[in-house]
């Protein structure tokens, strides 16, 4: 693929990636506008649009399936080696911890004392421990408090646990056929759907609620996509390109998904509404072309979602720090410039200061890891036919 097709590609995933987090900040931006962000009633259509732009983590999910299983799907269509789960684990970690463990640590000097402060919701001090391992999510006294926006990250962490076990499930059993990965992966969609019903029936808390099984059907719809790219990578040796009109039906259906989402809420089925109507946008977003997309690969956009992790942790400290200072501007409009500003340039310090600085590192671990690798490969290679030279 020309690096010029890479580099469109690359731009449209991070353009998606500012839309998941600035969709969360400005939910959030809206939800602390109330005295009790745990107790709130829309009171116009204003409100009911602002409360659907928490699905911006839906499509975290789905990008996070897409990205991470195309390796898995390459191997187990390939025959090729596994993935190196070294380097895999290296990358996680380097991507996601040290960031992480900053942004808990400016949520503490930011934070800790300001239990009276609307909004912000301190959990015991003996349990922030739980914190430092992403188990806050296990437990009714730290699950969404303190820095609350990271019950998500505990279950991209435990996916990436996961993934790597799904991948092998995908290498031994698929035999390089496609269509026993999807079975695969179609039954996590509907195991997801099952663990929905059983919390609705009997009436689970927001620790089964908030579960990675209940989750686990948004990140199976990205890695369809990524199955389905990497099987026509293996048959025809490049990325499929659609039309202009197909990618616009993509991008139509992936807003229906979001209406559809919108106007009906099932408890069972959750928010699968919108995780397929996101899969639709990132399979546009990946294989289309035409102006329906052409929006997504906007620099300034990028750029943003370049540095999305950094204001994904950090917007809610930041905002109710704010709030403590009593500085915010309540007006909606107002109030999101003035989160906004201080949380990209938070994120943006995080990614050129911490993040990017660790993911090098963890590349240059992971190329010396492959090296000695090679080398040990090659040697036995030598020995082998030394012990078979006559």
Known sequence: MPSSERGRRAAGLDGLRALAALSVLCFHVWLYRFPDPTRIRNSGLLDDVLSDFRLGLILFFVLSGYLLYRGFARAALQRDRPVAIRSYALRRAARILPAYYLAMLGTFVLLWGAGDSPGVRLPPGGELVLFGFFAQNYSTHTILTFNPVTWTLCLEVLFYALLPLLGLIGYRWSGGRARRQAAVLVGLIAFGVAWNAGVQLLGGNMVAAKALPAYL??????????????????????????????????????????????????????????????????????????????????????????????????????????????????????????????????????????????????????????????????????????????
């Not at 509404?273 to 546009?284: K, M, N």
């Open 217 to 390: 059907p948004y990140f199976a719809f990205g890695m369809l996509l990524a199955l389905y790219v990497e099987r026509e990578l293996a048959r025809h040796g490049r990325v499929p390109s659609l039309g202009a009109g197909v990618t616009g039906a993509l991008v139509l259906a992936g807003a229906a998904g979001l209406v559809c989402n919108g106007v009906w809420h099932s408890g069972v089925l959750q928010d699968l509404p919108a995780g397929a109507g996101f899969a639709a946008l990132l399979a546009a977003v990946v294989l289309g072309r035409g102006p329906s997309t052409a929006w997504i690969h906007a620099r300034p956009l990028a750029k943003v979602g370049l540095v999305s992790y950094g204001i994904y942790l950090w917007h809610v400290p930041l905002m109710l720090f704010g709030i403590r200072l009593g500085v915010l501007p309540h007006a909606f409009v107002p109030r999101l410039i003035a989160v906004l500003v201080p949380a990209v340039a938070a994120g943006a310090a995080s990614w050129l200061l911490v993040e990017r600085v660790m993911l090098a590192r963890a590349s240059r671990l992971a190329a010396r890891s492959r090296g000695r690798s090679t080398q040990r490969e090659r040697a036995v290679a030598r020995r082998l036919q030394t012990q078979a030279a006559p």
